[in-house]
């Protein structure tokens, strides 16, 4: 009878430190003319638990024929390969995607309400944004510099409606 208590102990134990740890995620994108990385890092329960997805290489093959991408899964030293797949993501996708999405919001209570508290939670502790615009033209490259700042900016300020920033975001528009 006491192995049944201490176990549940333990396990209790194990419930309330994962409740109260916290989930650190990093993003990063990069695109250089046509070298794409997308690399996404979950850690969690104080770092014991880690999940790093790396997308190398993203084509996009047209509106008919979709985006291709290619996808691996590294373990914590980034020299093992645990998993590799590759997918292709096609306008019939997106579609049937919108519509499960749409059933999904539909048939979930409150759910707006529950997506601002979780996204009130969020805090971004580093935003890191440059941007390289070049059209070979000076007022084209001039008048597109500027339209992409206003949107960069417009999209910033949306997010931090919604996520704490504890830092200055540093965004910035390269011609």
Known sequence: ML???????????????ALLSWIRGEFYFSRVKD???????????FGLVRYRFVIPIIQFRGFTRGIF??????NEA????KDK???????????????EAKDLLVHT?????????????????RLRWVTQVGL???????????????????????GARY???TAKPMVNVVP
Request: overall charge neutral; glycine content about 6%.
């Open 3 to 17: 192995w049944v208590g201490i176990v549940c102990i333990v396990v209790a134990a194990a419930i309330v430190l």
């Open 35 to 45: 070298n794409d990385t997308l690399s996404i890092e979950v850690r969690a329960l």
């Open 69 to 74: 991408f290619q996808a691996e899964t590294v």
């Open 78 to 81: 980034k020299v093992d390969l």
């Open 85 to 99: 797949r590759k997918d292709h993501i096609t306008k019939d996708k997106i579609i049937e995607f919108y519509k």
């Open 109 to 125: 209570l409150n759910w707006h309400s529950w997506l601002k508290q979780t996204l009130a939670r969020l805090e971004c502790t």
């Open 136 to 158: 070979g033209d000076a007022p084209e490259t001039a008048i597109t510099t500027g339209a992409v700042w206003g949107i960069k900016s417009s999209l910033i300020g949306f």
């Open 163 to 165: 996520v704490q920033m």
